[in-house]
């Protein structure tokens, strides 16, 4: 893996002339997530890895023939949702995978999991009334001694009193 | 649902002859990514290697393009 950091583009634009580095370069960068999504979506790793190895092998062989405005993230999703959609659809053909089937897939296409996943994820916000609460709430959680923001003021500003003084002190001149 | 219709739908959905009410649903669950599955460094470095050794194999990308020798420099280089 090249420490340089190289844009999708350029790495693209190496591919064309055969770059097996920058290819590879590309496989690091999306391998792993392509694998999750499949894995998630399909449950086993051999599928998850058949489809993974089918893209990258079409963007191997295909290099030559890329659009000059290629976006590869995109190219990505759309593969790995059309390929997945694919084996999905030859698991249901498939007769020896009922139990995955009944349990998982059908529950996840019903109509209230799919409007339970189109809800927004809701953010939790607390409103904080006194700020000096949360600072001892999160004093008492990380065990350390909770000081309240006035006595910090005003030791700071003791400190600093402190430290101008004696740099005065230094600094007086001898006269 | 039955599987059969889902079947049938799925089959629809890939030979781009779905309605939009279908097509809304597969894409739906398509973009649900709800939990993060993730892999440990060493899992994810076996895959990774497992994985690009399939695509070396099927494609043999490396006899046909060999790497180049790295300069003694850039070799030196990369140890830092």
């Known amino acids: ?175 | 649902m039955k599987a059969q219709i889902l079947h049938s739908k799925l089959e629809r959905y890939v030979n781009g002859k779905s309605m939009p009410a279908e097509t809304r649903q597969i894409q739906a669950w398509l973009s649900c990514t709800s939990t993060d599955a993730q892999l440990s460094p060493e899992q994810r470095s076996l895959l990774e290697l497992e994985i690009l050794q399939e695509i070396q194999a099927y494609t043999a990308y490396p006899l046909f393009f060999p790497k180049k020798e790295k300069p003694w420099w850039q070799k030196i280089a990369a140890l830092f």
């Open chain 1, 1 to 175: 893996m090249s420490r340089i950091y190289s844009t999708d583009q350029t790495l693209i634009d190496r591919l064309s002339l055969n770059d097996t580095e920058a290819f590879e370069e590309l496989y690091r960068r999306y391998w792993n997530s392509l694998y999750l999504y499949c894995l998630k979506k399909l449950l086993t790793s051999e599928d998850a890895k058949i489809i993974v190895r089918t893209i990258f092998i079409n963007i191997w062989e295909t290099r030559h023939s890329l659009p000059v405005s290629f976006s590869l993230s995109k190219h990505l999703y759309e593969e790995v949702r059309k390929t997945v959609v694919q084996c999905l659809s030859q698991k249901l053909s498939d007769a020896t995978n009922e139990s995955y089937i009944e349990k998982r897939l059908l529950a996840e296409f019903s109509v209230q999991s799919l409007l339970a996943a189109r809800k927004p994820v809701t953010k939790k916000y607390t409103v904080i009334n006194k700020p000096s609460e949360l600072i001892r709430q999160q004093a008492g959680q990380t065990g350390t001694e909770h000081y309240s923001t006035l006595t910090t003021v005003k030791w700071m500003f003791q400190s600093l009193t402190d430290k101008l003084s004696l740099t005065n002190i230094l600094s007086y001149p001898k006269n």
